[in-house]
């Protein structure tokens, strides 16, 4: 079991930049695929990035592509989501999921991530 917590939420004018971090819990967290969603009002959670356990692949939403940037560091148990050039539609709860333990694939399906944390809001004023 991975227990996750992000942070680094927050409002920030269009054209700005955030970085969320998500911490996990345990000895285990570099054999977890890890993934961020988001969720805007009144609409369902969608895929944002996600990264490998293993090789550092990343995959990412094409809304955010270009603008977003998923990594992490095993030895401090987080994953990062630097958001650059954010919209006001980037505007929603972000969370943090991990996948499936030694999973290669890099799936952008939320009911293949067990894991989630209780998210953090980003707010981008125009």
């Known amino acids: 079991q991975v227990q996750l917590v992000e942070s680094g939420g927050g409002l920030v004018q269009a054209g700005g930049s955030l970085r969320l971090s998500c911490a996990a819990s345990?000895?285990?967290?570099?054999?977890?695929?890890m993934a961020w969603f988001r969720q805007a009002p009144g609409k369902e959670r969608e895929f944002v990035a996600a990264?490998?356990?293993?090789?550092?692949?990343?995959y990412y939403a094409d809304s955010v592509r270009g603008r977003f940037i998923i990594s992490r560091d095993n030895a401090k148990n987080t994953v990062y989501l630097q958001m650059n050039s954010l919209k006001p539609e980037d505007t929603a709860v972000y969370y943090c999921?991990?996948?499936?333990?030694?999973?290669?694939?890099?799936?952008?399906?939320?009911?293949?991530?067990?894991?989630w944390g209780q998210g953090t809001q980003v707010t981008v004023s125009s």
């Open positions: 990264i490998s356990w293993n090789t550092g692949s990343t």
């Open positions: 345990g000895r285990t967290f570099s054999s977890y695929p």
């Open positions: 999921a991990a996948g499936l333990r030694f999973s290669s694939a890099i799936t952008t399906t939320r009911s293949m991530y067990p894991y």
